[in-house]
């Protein structure tokens, strides 16, 4: 079974100032991790994605993350924030060796609030 | 080139009546996943269907929910004689295969709220 841990609930934040969410997840096999964003009352839009090679991963909107194997963690940064970005955040992953599905086992969020 | 549509948007519902929500993939996508979050909380996976089979529904609370995906027309997650605490925004997601990894695209929810 897989879990993620997304310790921060709230990550508030200045304008053009840099920002990192932190993602840490738990799991018995190999997995393949997921960043989401949610902005108020829509639906998930995928951020960014790791799957194999480069543990550097961009994604849109200017952000990226790097995947960490020994510390199994999978944080998110941005170098310059805007007030757009404001939105939730939310880490995933799914079994690399998944069988017969392709479910997502998701974090709690990072409310990430952009202040100007 | 429409995403995944979902309807209703909102919708009310008094304790001990039927909620039913609507799904339909993205075109070209025969594969549909059911999410549930709940205030203040991450998405919790539910169930996972493909044309006319349940593939997975190890997230399904075992009574009052179920979900189908006909040959044709769209997914339909069920809700009998809801309660309170079944107050929360359901969203479906869809993509092309089962294959882990691969890209699953949200739609924008249904916010059930129970009276």
């Known amino acids: 079974a897989q879990s993620v841990t997304q310790l921060d609930s709230q990550v508030p934040v200045f304008e053009e100032a840099p920002v990192e969410l932190r993602c840490n997840y738990s799991s018995s096999v190999s997995v393949y991790l997921f960043w989401y964003v949610q902005y108020p009352n829509q639906g998930l839009q995928l951020l960014l994605k790791?799957?194999?090679?480069?543990?550097l991963v961009k994604g849109i909107n200017g952000f990226e993350a790097e995947f960490n194997k020994s510390q199994t963690s999978f944080h998110l940064r941005k170098p310059s924030v805007h007030i757009s970005d404001t939105a939730e955040y939310f880490c995933?992953?799914?079994?690399?060796?998944?069988?017969?599905?392709?479910?997502?086992?998701f974090g709690t969020g990072t409310l990430l609030a952009v202040q100007p | 080139n429409a995403g995944v549509m979902q309807n209703p948007r909102h919708l009310v519902r008094r304790r001990g009546q039927e909620a039913r929500l609507r799904c339909s993939p993205m075109?070209?996508?025969?594969?549909v996943y059911w999410y549930r979050q709940l205030p203040e909380e991450g998405l919790k996976f539910m169930v996972y269907?493909?044309?006319?089979?349940?593939?997975?529904e190890s997230g399904m609370p075992k009574e009052r929910f179920s979900a189908e995906f006909p040959k044709e027309g769209p997914s339909i997650l069920r809700i009998q004689q809801v309660v309170r605490g079944d107050s929360a925004a359901y969203f479906c997601?869809?993509?092309?295969?089962?294959?882990?990894?691969?890209?699953?695209?949200f739609g924008e929810g249904s916010w059930l709220t129970v009276v």
């Open positions: 269907l493909q044309k006319e089979n349940i593939i997975d």
């Open positions: 997601a869809s993509s092309q295969d089962w294959i882990s990894g691969n890209t699953i695209y």
């Open positions: 790791y799957l194999s090679g480069s543990t």
């Open positions: 995933a992953v799914s079994d690399r060796e998944g069988g017969a599905t392709n479910k997502l086992i």
């Open positions: 075109k070209g996508h025969s594969h």
